[in-house]
Antibody, heavy 121, light 107 residues
Framework: QLQLQESGPGLVKPSETLSLTCTVSGGSITSSDYYWAWLRQAPGKGLEWIGNIYNSGSTAFNPSLKSRVTMSVDASKNQLSLKLRSVTAADTAVYYCASTTTIVRGAIERWGQGVLVTVSS | DIQMTQSPSFVSASVGDRVTITCRASQGIGTWLAWYQQKPGKAPNLLIYSASSLQSGVPSRFSGSGSGTAFTLTINTLQPDDFATYFC?????????FGQGTKLEIK
């Protein structure tokens, strides 16, 4: 069964870059069965879709974050990565990596456990 | 962006009750609608996709309906494990967006 695990610093300073990694097990990150997403949830708030990355390497980002986001895949390590530049306190959130398939039509089937990232000096 | 509005924001119910949560989209989304359950400190869990398809492993007391702009999640015969927060999510237009959540509390 597919499992996802996020990792990265829990504290990032304002104006710096947030960098997270998601390790995928139980399936290949290059499989055409899946595509991948990053989402976040600010404390006590709702969920925000950051973007998708497909097995072709193509990406789709939320316009509200597009200018600051990079997503990539490392097939050799079966990992996804997320970089968010020029962070502010508003970027404090639990960040999730996730997977979906065409079967569930854009719903998220598998979630990582999430990692809390706090932006503070 | 497509705005998703859930109602109510809070609902109080008892074990054994039937509960209905509504989600409205700011424009038509066909049946590109999913429902999730989230418990404190945990990632959301997919319950329903395509507005009415039950995700594998989800109890049959959960059901979804609707199309276009109006959708409902119904939970029949509430169990203690069902007290949580529920979100809807549209995947018709990018960026995919979520409702603000409905917290289901024990009466």
């Amino acid at each position: 069964q597919l499992q996802l695990q996020e990792s990265g610093p829990g504290l990032v300073k304002p104006s710096e870059t947030l960098s997270l990694t998601c390790t995928v097990s139980g399936g290949s990150i290059t499989s055409s069965d899946y595509y991948w997403a990053w989402l976040r949830q600010a404390p006590g708030k709702g969920l925000e879709w950051i973007g998708n990355i497909y097995n072709s390497g193509s990406t789709a980002f939320n316009p509200s974050l597009k200018s600051r986001v990079t997503m990539s895949v490392d097939a050799s390590k079966n990992q996804l990565s997320l970089k968010l530049r020029s962070v502010t306190a508003a970027d404090t959130a639990v960040y999730y990596c996730a997977s979906t398939t065409t079967i569930v039509r854009g719903a998220i089937e598998r979630w990582g456990q999430g990692v809390l990232v706090t932006v503070s000096s | 962006d497509i705005q998703m509005t859930q109602s109510p924001s809070f609902v109080s119910a008892s074990v054994g009750d039937r509960v209905t949560i509504t989600c409205r989209a700011s424009q038509g989304i066909g049946t590109w609608l999913a429902w999730y359950q989230q418990k404190p400190g945990k990632a959301p869990n997919l319950l329903i996709y395509s507005a009415s398809s039950l995700q594998s492993g989800v109890p049959s007391r959960f059901s979804g309906s609707g199309s276009g702009t109006a959708f409902t999640l119904t939970i029949n015969t509430l169990q203690p494990d069902d007290f949580a927060t529920y979100f809807c999510q549209q995947s018709s237009g990018f960026p995919f967006t979520f409702g603000q959540g409905t917290k289901l509390e024990i009466k």
